[in-house]
C-alpha cells in the first residue's frame, strides 16, 4: 500500500462493488480501516473506491475511477487481480474491487503474501505483452527504435513507455524473474483509420475501454475476442467507421497500455490538441460547450456562453475567422462543424437570459478614453465600463463597428446587427465621439483620462509596387469599402467602378471587393491571383460565393504595369505576366514564378489592390512602433512604451482578424482596469447553472458518416443588392449540425489514472540535508508535481543546496545515486522530452542547447 499524500482526492465516483453502474442508492456512511488508518466510505462501495477517495494506494489495471469495477464484462474476465488485499477474519485474499464496505472491517494493503500473489498475476499479464524493456538497465531515454541487446521490434515496449501506466504499476509490484518471455501474437495492427492506432498485442484484456465504450458511452462499437485462447477487446465490425464508432477518445484515454493511441495528440499540449476548437480560440470561448448547448436547442444559453468570452456574438457570428473551425477535429473525419454559424443562430435565438447574470459595478469616478470604435476599442469600452469606469470612445467615422462596418460588406454583416451590438456598448453608459479624430495624446490626458486604449486598426492600404500603381483609377482595398458603406461610389466626386475591374489579391478582403464590385454595377469583375485556387487564402465560402456572383477567378497571373490608356475601351491598361509556381516560399506555398514572354495587356476601369493594409502613422502619439509602423506592445497587457497608454488589434498585430481584436482588447482591459485601481477581473459567468453534456452520448446509426449541413443562402440571382447572403439555420438544421459534434472535451473529464506513489521530498534544508554527497540526479518539481529541472550533478546534497533559494517555484524534490550521472541525466530528460515534447519547465532555450 502506498499513501498518495492527501486524505481525500478532489473528486470521486463511488461505485457499487462488482457492479457495472451505479444504479443503486448507496447506504449510510460505514467506517474501516485499511492499513490502521480509518477510512469512511458509503454503505455498498467498494474497498478500492474506498481507498482511492481516501488517497491510498492499491495497485490495479482493470479499475479506473471513472469506470465501474471489474467483473462481469464478458466471457474470460476474471480482471488483473493486483488489488487483492488482506481482510481481517476472512482466509485467503480479497479483491478489492469487487469487495463492499462494511462497518468495522480491518483491511491490510501490503504483506509478503500479497507481494507475492500479486507478482504471480503481473506474471501472467506480462506474459501477454512485450516487457523485455521493463527490465532493461538502459531503458530510460531509450527510443526503442534500436535495441543495444539485439532485441526483436515486436518484443520492445511501445513510444508512451515513459507515460505508461502498466510499467508504473509492473515497477512498484515488482516483476518476477521468472516471468515468461513474450511469444508475440500477431493481433491486428491498424493505423491507416481516423486518429487512433490500434495495436491489439499490447492490449492485456483489462477491459476498460470495454465499459468506457458501451457501457459509460453507450456507444457500443467494441466486443471481446479470442485468438489462440488469447483474450482481447477490438470492434464489433472491420473498421471504426462500420463499427459505429463516435470517436469520442474515451477508450484512448482510460487504457493503461499503448495498445489505443491517438496520433493526432501534441503530448506537449494535451488538452489543448484533445480541444483544439476551444484552444485555437484567441478569445478562450467554451466552444464545445455552446455548441452542445446549441444541439439541445438552448440558444439562450449558448450565447450566454459565448458573451462570456466576447461582447458581440452577432458581429463575429458573421464574420469570424473561425480558427475553430480549422481546428475542429471532426474536420479530420469529414467536414469541420460550422461552429461560426451555430454562434450566429445562438445569437439570433438569444432570450436574453445572460442578462439576469450579467453585472455593472458603481461608479470608481476614473476615466478611460478609447481611441477607435473597431472591436477592439469596443471590447475595451465594454468591460472597463461594467467595472464601473467613465469611458469615452472617439472615433474619426461616422458610426462605431471599425473594419466590421467600413472593412465587410453589408451583405456579410448588416449593419443593423453592428447598430444593435454598438448599442449594448452604449447602454453601458460609454461616451461616444464619432467624426472625431484624436490627432495628439496629449489632447487627452489633461481632461482627466488616466488610460487611453489606442485601437485605430489599419486603415492604409499598401500599393501594389508596380508602375502605374499610383493613377487615379488605382485605389487601395480599405479606401474603396469604406467609400461603398457610406455610398460613395459611383456617387458624384467619389471612386466610379466603370464597367471592367480587376481586383488584385487572393484573400478574404479581395474576394469582398469583387464581390462587392459586382453589386456595384460592374460589368466585369476579375480576381487576380498569381497561385492557383489551392493556395488562395480566403475561406471556401468566399470563393465560392465570387463564383456564383459571376466574379472571374483568374489564376496564374500577375500584374506587370499600369498605364493610362486614351484610345478605346477602358481607362487604363494593365500588362499581366503568366506565372508558374516554382519551389515553396516562407509561408510554404509555392513560390509563383514568371513565365518568360508570357506578358499580355488588357483594357480595365478601375483596379483595386488587395494586396495587405498598414497601420497610419502615430507620431502625435508618442508611442514606439516596430515593423511596418505597427505599435509595440507587452503581450501580457498590451501596454505600449508610454505609461499609461495601451494598444491592439490590427494597428498592433498588421492587418488580422476580428476576434483577434476582440482578444487583445480583453487583455487591455483587464490590465487597465487594474491600472485605475480595479482588480483586473474581466471575467463573467453568464450561465445561470453549470451544465455538462451528458457522458452516454448513445449510439447513432451513420453518425460518423454525416456531412455537414450547408447554411440557408440567399440565392445568386438575388443578390444584385446589399441584402445578407447567408441567413444561418432553422432550428432543426442547427440541432442537426451541432449534433455532429465529437463531444472531444468529455475525453478530457476522464480522471487520470490514480498511479503508485511516487518519492517526492518537500524541497527544504533539512531535507536537503538528508540528501547523499555522492553523485547522482535530481528532479526539482512545483506544487502541482511537475518537473522544472533534471540536473546531474558530483554532489547531490551540494547540488540541491545551489537551488534553495534560487528556485522559487520548487516545493519537492527526488533524487537517485548514479555514479555516471551525466548519462543518466540524459537519459532522463529524453524520456521527459519523449513523454511531454518539450524541456522540464518547458524551456526552449535549453531544448536548442541540447540538440
Sequence with gaps: MGDMGVTQVAKITWWKAAKPVPAEPFGPPVTLTIDGRKVEAPAGASVLNAAVAAGLYIPSLCAHPDLPPAGQR????????????????????????????????????????????????????????PHVCLTCPQRDGCSRTQCSYGNPVETRCCSIFASCELRKVSDYVGIPNNTPMYRPGALPVIKDEPFYDRDYNLCIDCRRCLVACNDIRGVGCLEVKETNGRFWVGTI?????????????????????????????????????MVPCKAACPAGINVPLYVQLAAEGKYGEAVAVVREKLPFPGILGRACFAMCETACRRGMLDDPLSIRTLKRVADDNDTGLWRKQSKQLPPTGKKAAVIGAGPGGLTVAYYLAKKGHSVTVFDAQPAGGGMARYGIPSYRIPPEVIDREVGEVEKLGVEFRYNTKVEKLDDLFPRGFEAIFIGIGCQGGDRLGIPGDDLPYVVDSPTYLRAATMGLVNAAGGISTGRHVAVIGGGNVATDNARSSRRLGAETVDMIYRRTRKEMPARGEEIEGCDEEGVQLRFLLAPKRIEPNANGEGRMKVTYAKMELGEPDASGRRRPVEVAGSEFQENVDLVIAAVGQHPQKYEGFGVQTGAKGRITVREDSMLTSRPGVYAGGDCVLGPATLIEAVAQGRIAAAAMDRQLGGDGNIEEKLLPEKWDADPHIGREEGFNRRGKVHAIMLQPAERRGWDEVEKGFDDAMARAEAGRCLKCNLATKIQDMVLPPESWLEFNAS????????????????????????????????????????NDSARFFVFEEAAMYTSRESQMIQAYLQQYGKMPGGGADELDDLF
Design 74 to 129: 464478458g466471457a474470460g474476465d476474471s480482471g488483473c487481480n493486483l488489488c487483492l488485499v488482506e481482510v481481517e477474519g476472512l482466509p485467503g485474499l480479497c479483491k478489492a474491487c469487487s469487495m463492499p464496505v462494511e462497518d468495522g472491517l480491518s483491511i491490510t494493503t501490503s504483506s509478503p503474501a500479497l507481494q507475492s500473489a500479486r507478482q504471480t498475476h503481473l506474471e501472467k499479464i506480462l506474459g501477454n505483452h
Design 237 to 273: 465490425a472491420p473498421t471504426l467507421i462500420e463499427s459505429g464508432c463516435k470517436f469520442c477518445s474515451a477508450c484512448v484515454t482510460v487504457c493503461p497500455t499503448g495498445a489505443l493511441l491517438d496520433r493526432t495528440l501534441d503530448p506537449a499540449k494535451r488538452e489543448e490538441s
Design 767 to 806: 531535507a536537503v540535508a538528508g540528501a547523499t554527497a555522492g553523485p547522482g540526479v535530481f528532479q526539482l518539481l512545483d506544487a502541482d508535481k511537475n518537473v522544472l529541472m533534471i540536473k546531474g550533478v558530483e554532489s547531490l546534497r551540494a547540488g540541491l543546496t545551489d537551488q534553495l533559494g534560487r
